[in-house]
């Protein structure tokens, strides 16, 4: 099987809420202010609101990465155990109150890891990494962010497959519902090409990072804790890999760990002044997808930003290879049409060095079918047969009063883009959740056979249908997108 993820996608931050009545609205605020009141009763030192612990609910709602996703929920209960998550989703589920879960809060849409006028779950207080006495396995608790995982595991020369920016969420990241990777510019337009899914510096010799999960500890909708595996509700375990929120909440990750030494990488700042002049690039990235197979070490980013303040464009290429080089100064063959002697040419200015993944991802702030041996995933990438290339449009702006015409820029680039690709033949169904907008359906592109898998697992473990009617953001099994 050769490296195969594939889509055009679209990531932009719109504020958007759920669509209710007055008389709906007033229905929701006062269920919701009653299941806050249950949750202070039951969980005072960790249930937070705009009358009770103030600041720590600031500090809960303002945590998100994108703006508009800054909702004001009626309360946020920060869980520090598993069996605290097991009692609270009882909770709300035997009372039907609506609520969000929170890991990282780096995933665009909004209303997809918040909610207004509902209860949010925040797991930044459960962000354990532990490598297991074996040293084959790391249990990571769905709050920690990636850096936290690298600041634990490099120092005793291991790694697992994970976010190549330190700052993004595991919870979300490897059930599929966080981007990776962030660029805070004001007005700014970012084209992101990769070559792997973007999703880890090991893609190519690993696989996703959900495809390296041995064991999910679980919390269903009706509270109770079941572990995922392939040999324990492997039906449960296939479907969490690619799953989203929809089908319960995660308290924990067993994912394989291996030894890890230095990491070749860094970022490379191009000076590009005409259109022929981004050809080479584009060859080159065509040629390391065609190749990883024969070096899967390499991992590579193509990031075009435009800036509309300066009307300047920038151009720089992240490479990593997961094994360190001689000479920081000699790009590894998997990278030799970027090298500074190609049709490329030299970067104008580089970060280049032998470095650690705690080093790389802060700095950033599968030709082998691993699916199958691994329990497999719901992803579907199993129906392509060819190397493809995943493209992301991300659009970000400083008011809302651009909302409208941000959203006409980016659907009508997109568009267009999507138009070409169609016409060539080179137009893929599957659509990364981590990169989605909230119009599109990433679960509808994992396949019919694969949705079919997702909503049988769904109706075994969740029939009370918890995570489809009282989470409502995320995307859906219905095919709906991200509302709050």
């Known amino acids: 099987m050769r490296c195969t993820v594939s889509q055009i996608v679209l990531v932009v931050g719109i504020a958007g809420l759920l669509d209710v009545t007055s008389a709906a609205a007033a229905t929701l605020r006062q269920n919701s202010a009653q299941c806050c009141a249950s949750l202070e009763k039951l969980f005072a030192k960790i249930t937070f609101s705009p009358t ?22 009626t309360c946020v209960v920060a869980p520090t155990s598993t069996q605290e998550v097991s009692q609270i989703v009882a909770l709300l589920s035997n009372r039907s109150c609506r609520f969000a879960i929170k890991s990282g809060g780096h995933i665009i849409p909004v209303g997809a890891a918040g909610i207004q006028d509902g209860v949010t779950i925040d797991l930044s207080s459960m962000k354990s990494v532990t490598l297991s006495q074996d040293k084959s396995t790391a249990a990571v608790q769905p709050g920690a962010k990636w850096i936290d995982v690298y600041n634990t595991l490099d120092p005793l020369g291991y790694a697992i497959p994970g976010g190549r920016a330190g700052d993004v969420g595991v919870g979300g990241l490897t059930t599929g519902g966080e981007i990776l990777a962030r660029w805070g510019l004001k007005h700014s337009l970012i084209d992101r090409l990769t070559s792997k899914g973007g999703n880890s510096f090991f893609a190519a010799r690993y696989g996703f990072v959900c495809d390296n999960v041995k064991n999910f500890e679980v919390v269903l909708g009706s509270g109770r804790i079941v572990n995922a595996n392939a040999g324990t509700n492997s039906d449960l375990f296939q479907a969490l890999k690619g799953g989203s929120n929809n089908l319960g909440l995660v308290t924990r990750f067993d994912i394989v760990a291996f030894p890890q030494g230095s990491i070749w990488g860094g970022e490379a700042n191009y000076n590009i002044t005409k259109r022929e002049q981004l050809q080479p690039h584009l060859k080159a990235l065509v040629d390391f997808t065609n ?16 800036l509309t303040e300066t009307k300047q464009f920038s151009f720089m290429n992240l490479y990593e290879y997961t094994k360190p080089v001689q000479d920081p100064k000699i790009f590894p063959p998997a990278f030799k049409e970027f090298s500074p002697s190609s049709a490329v040419g030299p970067p104008a200015t580089n970060t280049l060095r032998n470095s650690n993944l705690s080093s790389l991802t802060a700095e950033l702030d599968a030709p082998k079918d691993l699916r199958a041996e691994r329990g497999g995933n719901i992803l579907g990438l199993d129906r392509n047969q060819e190397n ?16 409208k015409d941000a959203r006409k820029l980016a659907d009508d680039t997109m568009n267009a883009i999507s138009r070409y690709a169609r016409s060539v033949g080179g137009l893929k169904d599957f659509i990364y959740l981590n990169y989605a907008d909230r119009n599109q359906d990433p679960l509808g592109g994992y396949g019919p056979a694969n949705v079919a898998k997702l909503k049988a697992a769904s109706k075994k473990y969740d029939p009370g249908q918890v995570f489809q009617k009282l989470v409502p953001g995320g995307f859906k099994l219905n095919g709906k997108g991200v509302t709050s």
């Open 52 to 73: 009770n612990q103030q600041n720590l609910y600031q500090q809960s709602t303002l945590s998100y990465f994108n703006v508009p996703d800054r909702l004001d929920p």
């Open 291 to 306: 190749n990883v197979a024969q070096d899967p070490f390499g991992s590579l980013i193509l990031v075009w930003t435009y």
């Open 388 to 403: 493809d290339i995943l493209f992301l449009l991300n659009l970000s702006w400083a008011d809302a009063k651009s909302d």
